[in-house]
């Protein structure tokens, strides 16, 4: 959730540390702080509630701060509200020792009681101060910053990735990680760690992905690995190749906007690539067909859109595999002594890869014996690295919390996982087969089609961005598409707003239809039209102001009810939803941006979810 950088070489510091926690704010963005230590071992600790902007107005850019190694982080915060001294980095009593944190301590009430029956006193509430205070603990034994941690993080539980610094060694700082994400950059006469490669691939793009359990010591010059028996160890490089230029805003007022708009190339390059003579093939898997013919059911596990991306799944794999699938969020599957045995194939999805919940999730599973095939953004990422196997999305780095192009691409690339089960297991006739595949070549263009027509989708947001609540309704796909675009109006425009399914309206929640409650009618699942037309009629005749979303097919039939109508292209039943959420995220950023509201980074959210 919150993002740590650190930087060990011969400029400035703290300018450097800024850049880095400005392309970070994203995983979270309540507060920040950065700490530098200089050649007269000083610790500089400079931190501010709020945006990263407050505190680069203190520290007047990184100006006012000399040395050249240091620690940031910009946080959402877990445990104590946001505020300066909640910010991390902390700070410990003695002054000797800075600390930077991403994750929980779980076991932090009890070492906070053993540390203050010690002497120690407490500033803030947070967490993270308690490591700070433990090394200083263990630091004074033998003023051995590298053993002081090893003896830390042999008494603490929970996720952790840490950056630390010591006044008494303005030469190098320390990194651990464990169950949070954390990377070591080798640039030139530097070195860096960062919570994700956006913050530092200006300066490098060479790369080491620490796994739980490591400690790295890094100077300018040098970095050394060791695993958690403290011996030396050997790291494999990896080379990020994707362009700089792709973290930026590139002209847009907002990354979502921007992220919206690269939906088609996004799609083409994780489909396409895998698309030869007009068959699936997925050379980077490596289960077989034995094993594809062998497995009894399918769980799909994830959070949020990428759970949404789930629902669409069991809808189109079971039409596709005539085979169970079952699509489970991540934090609820993992304490629900699930059923799952090696018989079953549990498809894990997520963007960042780094989703506690789905991790653990993911870690329950594969301890059940089930194969894990996960779909990822994020190379490199932990649900990447301990899966069997891993389908990338190419979406390329996606920064706005609300996600858009990783969803899109998630939902083409499970929709191809059906194509190719399907045809190995026969359960997937070959004209069907044909058909989706035609469509599949036409859906990048069909989607920027749908993107250079959009001044509709702005013109319903002005007319609709001061309701209060929401219902999207929607049959089958239809259903599965509202979650999502119910989630993305709510996520960034703060309006309360819900997805149903549209039979299921009148068990209870049509009591909530009044004059002026907006219904968003999702009318582009074909086989079900008719059948979704009557709920419409009802909320309609309850006062409900509708604002529809047909296929052109539909469109004449939809205008007889609903005036406001969204359309897009036709495509294949399965692939539909593809090309109904883009209105969807339309229409929420453009809601959004009427009511004023940051979209990029909404209040209370961050992109990377690495707490429970
Ligand atoms: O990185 P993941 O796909 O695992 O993230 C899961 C959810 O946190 C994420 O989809 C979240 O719901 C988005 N902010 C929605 O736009």
Excluded at 102 to 108: H, M
Aim: with cysteine.
């Amino acid at each position: 959730m919150c993002g740590i950088v650190g930087y060990a070489g011969r400029e400035a510091a703290a300018p450097i540390l800024l850049d880095g926690l400005e392309r970070l704010e994203y995983r979270g963005y309540d507060s920040a702080g950065i700490a530098v230590v200089s050649g007269s071992r000083a610790l500089q600790v400079k931190k501010s509630k709020g945006r990263l902007s407050e505190l680069s107005r203190l520290v007047d850019g990184g100006k006012s701060i000399d040395g050249v190694l240091g620690i940031g982080h910009t946080r959402w915060a877990t445990h104590g509200e946001p505020n300066d001294v909640n910010a991390h980095p902390h700070l410990s009593q003695d002054g000797k020792i800075a600390v930077v944190h991403n994750g929980i301590i779980e076991n932090y009430v009890e070492l906070r009681d053993f540390l203050c029956s010690k002497g120690y006193v407490f500033q803030s509430e947070t967490d993270t101060e308690v490591v700070t205070q433990l090394l200083a603990y263990y630091y004074a034994e033998d003023n051995d910053a590298f053993s002081a941690l090893y003896k830390v993080l042999h008494r603490v539980e929970g996720a952790y990735a840490l950056g630390i610094i010591c006044a008494d060694c303005p030469e190098k700082f320390l990194a651990a990680r464990k169950d949070a994400p954390l990377l070591v950059g080798f640039g030139e006469g530097a070195n860096f760690i960062a919570s994700d490669v956006t913050a530092i691939i200006k300066h490098t793009r060479d790369v080491v992905y620490m796994e739980d359990g490591e400690v790295a010591v890094i100077t300018a010059d040098s970095v050394d690995f060791f695993d958690a028996m403290e011996e030396p160890i050997e790291k494999e490089h990896k080379t990020i190749d994707w362009d700089v230029s792709a973290a930026e805003k590139g002209g847009y007022a907002h990354f979502m906007l921007k992220e919206i708009m690269e939906q088609p190339e996004a799609v083409r390059k994780t489909a396409f690539s895998r698309i030869r003579d007009n068959r699936v093939c997925f050379d980077d898997l490596k289960i077989d067909e034995a094993y594809v013919k062998s497995v009894s059911k399918i769980y799909i596990v994830a959070c949020g859109s990428s759970y949404h991306v789930g629902v669409v799944g069991k809808y189109n794999l079971e039409r596709m595999l005539r085979k169970p699938v079952e699509v489970c969020l991540a934090s609820e599957f993992r304490y629900s002594n699930p059923l799952v045995d090696e018989s079953c194939l549990v498809i894990v999805i997520s963007q960042s890869g780094e989703t506690l919940d789905t991790m653990a999730a993911l870690r329950e599973a594969k301890a059940l014996g089930a194969h894990i095939l996960s779909i990822v953004n994020v190379v490199g990422s932990s649900i990447a690295r301990e899966s069997h196997d891993v389908l990338y999305t190419w979406a390329g780095p996606e920064i706005a919390v609300a996600t858009t192009k990783a969803y899109s691409t998630q939902l083409v690339l499970l929709n191809m996982l059906g194509m190719y089960f399907g045809d190995i297991l026969g359960t997937l006739p070959g004209e069907e087969y044909e058909s989706i595949m035609a469509e599949l070549l036409l859906l990048p263009e069909k989607m920027e089609r749908l993107l250079s027509n959009i001044e509709d989708i702005k013109r319903f947001a002005s007319d609709y961005f001061n309701h209060n609540s929401v219902f999207f309704i929607g049959r089958n796909l239809d259903y599965a598409m509202g979650l999502e675009g119910s989630l993305k109006l709510k996520e960034i425009s703060y309006i309360h707003s819900e997805a149903y399914a549209s039979g299921e309206l009148k068990h209870g929640t049509i009591s909530l239809i009044e004059n002026g409650t907006l219904v968003v009618a999702l009318g582009t699942y074909a086989p079900l039209f008719d059948k979704a037309m009557s709920n419409v009629v009802e909320v309609k005749a309850r006062g409900a102001d509708v604002l529809a979303l047909a296929t052109e097919k539909n469109l004449a039939e939809m205008k007889k009810t609903v005036e406001n109508v969204m359309v897009v292209p036709e495509t294949h039943t399965v692939l539909q939803p593809s090309l109904g959420v883009v209105p969807l995220q339309l229409f929420s950023y453009y809601v959004a941006l009427l009511r004023g509201c940051d979209i990029d980074k909404p209040r209370n959210l961050a992109k990377s979810v690495t707490v429970e």
